[in-house]
């Protein structure tokens, strides 16, 4: 039986064509067409882009202040210019020894001190503000260095999670749906998201049977995790006006049985945009209050600053304008890092974009470039066949335009995130830096980076160490997708190859761990706890490649000090000393010091971000 291949939902323009007909989109589009390109404007057209992005000014503030109130909790401004002394728990300051401090001091949006408690009262003066911890832990804000937080916030506004984090099985992700569907009027949409029967225990696919068993008065839609299979009951292929004679569009397949009648089941956004398009909570999708609502809700995991490594995947350059807009909002509770994708490379030079551009709470890091596609959609780029096959997946990027963006992009001044899936995926990333430094361009100083790294090789490390490039890794391909790594994409052998940050780091190559949202949700705790111990999901018991585990030390480092590194921010956020922002995190345990397998279950208690509260559980 032939394998379903695909690519990378993140990086791919699926969210664009979900999106592309609804207003907020359209009026982006059409004054990019005013300013006389496609792609981009210059500077100068920011405040017609920032109207375009925020239609209706003061609802949108309203409605997204009063959809957050009720993670803020009574938050403290930093504005005030208090002085605030945190004491009596455990600081980690995850400075270069990882020391511990007595007391850290902060004012305004700035720590003041960290040190002892005499120390910092003598740097904080007499009329600090003193904050007791009582026995807990304070360490600096969580950052997630790969997120695809415009499009991810649109997707996660308008679809419910009903991935393998929350339902083991299919029939929990039912019952859900159920459960939804008996709160809501007859005649709304229920849409869902990240459904994977590869990993969720029960049918390979849903179909009318499993959805209009859900509700015969709602129309349902579940997008596959892969963003290349959908599924939905009947009244939703009534809503759409499709029925036993829609025929499939090129590429594309609605499934039928063997008797001929529709299943439910679609495959490729050109059979399934055809009924998720008439979704109206599409009409009313706005990228702005989708950012800021989402910053708030992962501050509750700790988070305090956050990504985007396929910039221009709503409506090209124009989504860098989007951000800046959310910026000068002063509603964001997290800062962020942003990649414009190299398939608008035009457009990002009409629009003058630098490497820097922004401020500390918005700001253009680097440059992103695709090798490959997805290991578990057989489209990662392989030496080898994969597992039972002849295939060896899919370059994105001939080397030829690997080589010549490179050079391009780092001559400029910019950092590189290259995506590589494949080992062969990888060669391909690693020889074109190599004629990128055989061409004279110092390429470790622009901190090259590989995003996901997944089948790593010891050669390949080398050479990473050798040309300067860091990793980051997707982890959750361990935990989620370790077995089916093992049993259905590479066999055991290769599957240890998987992540291999021990090896790396004994390499002396850096590394960090990030989630992909929306591939995985970004939890910094759990993702902690799977780089410690490498258990997968559907076989808890099972650890893919025991020696490739790090300590919690070390996890700790790759979502704080190493991942500000590697966004070019370390000499603002990453660890708590005097003169960087308060971005920090207040747990209820120290994850050095509890079960291993129990990381994932510290509360985050509060999260702080430029001195201001703005989480308290």
């Known amino acids: 039986m032939p394998k379903e291949t695909y690519g990378c939902a993140c990086c791919g323009p699926l969210v664009a064509e979900i999106l592309q007909s609804t207003p907020a989109i359209e009026e982006m589009a059409a004054q990019g067409a005013r300013c006389g390109h496609s792609g981009g404007c210059s500077h100068d057209d920011a405040g017609l882009t920032r109207r375009a992005f925020s239609r209706g000014g003061a609802a949108l503030a309203g409605g997204v202040l009063a959809a957050t109130s009720g993670f803020l909790a009574s938050p403290v401004r930093a504005q005030d210019e208090t002085t605030r002394i ?92 159920r459960g939804i569907a008996a709160q809501k009027v007859p005649g709304e949409w229920i849409v869902a998201r990240n459904f994977d029967p590869s990993l969720q225990q029960g049918p390979d696919a849903l179909t009318f049977q499993e959805l209009d068993g859900v509700s015969t008065d709602h129309p349902v839609f579940v997008l596959n995790s892969s963003g290349h299979l959908a599924y939905a009951n009947r009244a939703a292929f009534a809503a759409a006006g499709i029925d036993e004679n829609v025929e499939n569009p090129e590429g594309a397949e609605f499934v039928r049985d063997a008797a001929g009648r529709l299943t439910g089941t679609m495959k490729s956004n050109v059979a399934f945009l055809k009924v998720l398009r008439h979704y109206p909570a599409l009409n009313a999708a706005d990228p702005i ?104 997946g899919l370059a994105y990027m001939t080397p030829e335009e690997l080589r010549r963006l490179i050079l391009k992009r780092g001559w400029q001044g910019w950092q590189l995130a290259m995506h590589g899936n494949g080992d062969k995926g990888i060669d391909n990333i690693l020889d074109a830096c190599q004629a990128a430094q055989d061409a004279g361009l110092d390429v470790a100083k622009l901190r090259p980076r590989i995003e996901h790294c997944s ?47 021990r090896s790396c780091q004994r390499a002396g190559v850096g590394f960090t761990l990030h989630s992909d949202f929306f591939v995985t949700d970004p939890d910094p705790l759990h993702m902690i706890e799977m780089a410690v111990t490498r258990k997968t999901w559907k076989e808890p018991d099972y650890v893919l490649a025991p020696d490739e585990r790090i300590s919690v030390e070390t996890a700790i480092r790759t979502l704080t000090s190493e991942a500000a590194w590697q966004l070019g921010s370390e000499h603002e956020v990453g660890s708590l000393e005097a003169g960087k922002f308060a971005d920090l995190v207040i747990l209820d345990k120290d994850p050095r010091k509890v079960d291993p397998d129990s990381i994932k279950d510290i509360r985050v208690l509060e999260t702080w971000m430029n001195g201001e509260r703005v989480y308290r559980a």
């Open 86 to 177: 945190f004491t009596d728990g455990t600081i980690l300051t995850v400075d270069e020894s990882f020391s511990e401090a007595e007391a850290i001091a902060i004012r305004g949006e700035k720590i003041v001190a960290a040190g002892s408690i005499a120390e910092v009262r003598a740097a904080a003066g007499q009329n600090a503000e003193t904050i007791t911890l009582n026995g807990r832990v304070l360490m600096p804000g969580f950052i997630d260095p790969h997120t695809h937080m415009m499009s991810g916030s649109l997707i996660a506004s308008l679809m419910e999670y009903v991935g393998v984090a929350k339902f083991a099985k299919t029939d929990e992700v039912l019952k859900h749906l």
């Open 289 to 392: 209050a989708a950012l800021i609502e989402l910053s708030a809700e992962f501050a509750k995991q700790g988070l305090t600053t956050l990504s985007d490594l396929a910039m221009g995947g709503l409506y090209g350059a124009r989504d860098w304008e989007g951000y800046q807009a959310a910026g000068a909002s002063g509603l964001l509770k997290a800062r962020m890092r942003v990649y414009p994708l190299y398939t608008f490379d035009e457009a990002w030079d009409e629009a003058g974009l630098r490497p820097g551009d922004g401020d500390a709470l918005v700001r253009i890091a680097g440059y992103k470039l695709i090798a490959d596609g997805s290991n578990q959609g057989f489209t990662g780029l392989q030496r080898e066949p994969y597992l039972n096959s002849q295939d060896r």
């Open 455 to 501: 089948i790593l090789h010891d050669d390949q490390i080398a050479r990473m160490k050798e040309l300067g490039v860091s990793a980051s890794f997707l982890i959750g391909h361990v935990h989620y997708w370790g077995v089916a790594m093992r049993d259905e994409v590479f066999g055991e052998a290769k599957a240890k190859l998987l992540d291999r940050a």
